[in-house]
């Protein structure tokens, strides 16, 4: 195995990240606070975890870039089809393209950092004397967080495993420095990924998956109300599963989502129809298994997608960014009826003569002012539902329908049949418009391009864009290249 440093690039993303914290992430020389003052309480591991999902939740990462922003581009759902500005670039994939690259570089510089904080946490952890109960769940909880980031830069810098599983993955860090990180072969990579969560599930047995702001019978610490703000036990599953998914281990994958569904049905279950707007942005009341809870994001979103007049602009002018210019074809709007209307289609977007503006995580300036967006969805139920069906399609197709239909059924859908997919590579196309039609502005969709390795359709709705490693796979930063190539085996 070769070791990769983590180079003057991570270091320079490790200070802006650290810069935009409070006082959890204050560690010297710029901080206040010294490392071994920082975690000197237990409220101080709780600062630090806090700050860790403060981090993930900042723009350069899952308060833009992957979720609503880069990915999404990338994934054909939401564009600004301003010539001035990147987004062209950034949905015809120019990834070297000078513009473009500082992006990129973010997203991997900004992963490590954050990945950096987790193990500092592990790392004081290991030594303190504390014995306080918050800590084992502290402790399950970076772990699981060390797996979710790795894994989210596996899937966007290094090969798709079905396809390559015998190539490089990417350095995988375990310590709180600079210095040199192994690479690993992907294999190595993914399983590394997996021991993170094994050892996640052990510390998070007990987890009361309290889904309450308010405190009930689970002790007097505020560290365990609203769960689904923290790593929690179930998001460990629904994590495995993805994993398991992406590695076409579809047992495991079945195994694992199934779990979630199952296990966590007093916490977690489908809208019905008629309540689909009570899920449809964070916090997803029912349906989140993960999030992240941030107050950061309202201007923001409102400036991209509902413009400076409150949604009165109009649509393809270059003010906002746009829905996807096929949605009528993409949820069969021919077909709706009394009995069969896609609840997502006009709850996502509002429909103009002049093209579509996306309302899914605002939808007007009035909502953004009387019931702002305060976080963001990283792993869903729906997800579950749709890693269990294809995982049991080439098994059991019908059973793999009757999955797919009760995620239909939620959002207001007639039943699909057996006969209308005859075979794993019709159901799979099925499955990545699935994943269009409900992951807009979570930045699931690349992901689900990547793994089908089909076609997908541009977003003018007209051009198939083929799938390709060129496509596919992000370019390491330029810096992480040169530098790294000093690490041996």
């Known amino acids: 195995m070769k070791r990769h440093i983590l180079s003057i690039a991570f270091l320079t993303g490790l200070a802006v990240a650290i810069s935009g914290c409070n006082k959890f992430l204050d560690v010297q020389p710029k901080g206040t606070l010294t490392n071994d003052e920082m975690f000197s309480d237990i409220q101080g591991y709780r600062d630090a975890m806090y700050g860790v999902y403060a981090s993930m939740a900042d723009r350069a990462l899952y308060g833009e870039n992957l979720s609503y922003g880069?990915?999404?581009?990338?994934?054909?759902?939401?564009?600004?089809?301003?010539?001035?500005?990147?987004?062209?670039?950034?949905?015809?994939?120019?990834?070297?393209?000078?513009?473009?690259?500082?992006?990129?570089?973010?997203?991997?510089?900004?992963?490590?950092?954050?990945?950096?904080?987790?193990?500092?946490?592990?790392?004081?952890?290991?030594?303190?004397?504390?014995?306080?109960?918050?800590?084992?769940?502290?402790?399950?909880?970076?772990?699981?967080?060390?797996?979710?980031?790795?894994?989210?830069?596996?899937r966007l810098f290094a090969a798709d495993y079905i396809q390559k599983a015998s190539s490089t993955g990417i350095?995988?860090?375990?310590?709180?420095?600079?210095?040199?990180?192994?690479?690993?072969?992907l294999k190595d990579a993914y399983a590394n990924v997996l021991k993170d969560l094994d050892r996640a599930e052990e510390l998070l047995a007990n987890d009361p998956m309290e889904m309450s702001d308010v405190a009930k019978s689970v002790g007097p610490s505020a560290y365990r109300m609203s769960r689904y703000v923290h790593f929690n036990r179930f998001a460990?599953?629904?994590?495995?599963?993805?994993?398991?998914?992406?590695?076409?281990?579809?047992?495991?994958?079945?195994?694992?989502?199934?779990?979630?569904?199952?296990?966590?049905?007093?916490?977690?279950?489908?809208?019905?129809?008629?309540?689909?707007?009570?899920?449809?942005?964070?916090?997803?009341?029912?349906?989140?298994?993960?999030?992240?809870?941030?107050?950061?994001?309202?201007?923001?979103?409102?400036?991209?997608?509902i413009g400076a007049n409150g949604g009165t602009i109009s649509v393809g002018s270059g003010e906002i960014a746009e829905g996807r210019r096929d949605l009528d074809k993409l949820y069969e709007t021919v077909n709706f009826s009394a009995s069969n209307t896609d609840t997502r289609y006009d709850t996502y977007y509002k429909h103009e003569v002049s093209g579509t503006l996306f309302t899914r995580?605002?939808?007007?300036?009035?909502?953004?002012?009387?019931?702002?967006?305060?976080?963001?969805?990283?792993?869903?139920?729906?997800?579950?539902?749709?890693?269990?069906?294809?995982?049991?399609?080439?098994?059991?197709?019908?059973?793999?329908?009757?999955?797919?239909?009760?995620?239909?059924?939620?959002?207001?859908?007639?039943?699909?049949?057996?006969?209308?997919y005859a075979t794993q590579s019709d159901f799979n196309a099925e499955l990545l418009k699935e994943h269009m039609r409900e992951f807009?502005?979570?930045?699931?969709?690349?992901?689900?391009?990547?793994?089908?390795?089909?076609?997908?359709?541009?977003?003018?709705?007209?051009?198939?864009?083929?799938p390709s490693d060129a496509k596919l796979t992000l370019p390491w930063p330029e810096l992480e290249k040169q530098f790294g190539s000093v690490g041996k085996k």
Not at 171 to 184: E, Q, R, V
Not at 282 to 302: D, K, V
């Open 70 to 154: 880069f990915v999404d581009k990338i994934g054909q759902m939401l564009v600004n089809p301003n010539p001035t500005l990147n987004d062209i670039k950034i949905s015809e994939y120019r990834y070297l393209d000078q513009a473009v690259r500082p992006t990129i570089d973010q997203i991997w510089n900004s992963e490590y950092a954050v990945i950096s904080y987790v193990n500092n946490i592990l790392t004081k952890a290991e030594e303190t004397s504390i014995t306080h109960e918050d800590l084992k769940l502290i402790r399950g909880e970076a772990y699981g967080v060390r797996a979710f980031l790795h894994f989210d830069l596996l």
């Open 171 to 185: 350095p995988y860090a375990y310590s709180y420095d600079l210095k040199n990180k192994t690479l690993f072969p």
């Open 236 to 305: 460990v599953d629904a994590l495995r599963a993805r994993v398991y998914r992406a590695m076409g281990d579809y047992g495991n994958a079945a195994k694992y989502s199934a779990k979630v569904i199952n296990e966590g049905s007093s916490r977690f279950t489908l809208a019905k129809p008629g309540n689909f707007t009570t899920v449809r942005r964070f916090p997803a009341n029912g349906e989140l298994i993960f999030g992240l809870f941030t107050s950061r994001l309202n201007e923001t979103i409102s400036s991209l997608f």
């Open 361 to 420: 995580l605002l939808a007007s300036s009035t909502e953004k002012v009387n019931a702002p967006l305060t976080g963001v969805t990283l792993i869903r139920l729906p997800e579950m539902y749709l890693i269990l069906a294809e995982a049991q399609y080439g098994t059991d197709p019908s059973k793999a329908i009757e999955t797919l239909n009760a995620l239909r059924a939620s959002r207001g859908l007639e039943p699909r049949l057996v006969s209308n």
């Open 440 to 466: 807009p502005g979570d930045g699931q969709v690349f992901f689900a391009f990547k793994h089908f390795n089909i076609p997908l359709k541009a977003f003018n709705g007209v051009n198939d864009i083929e």
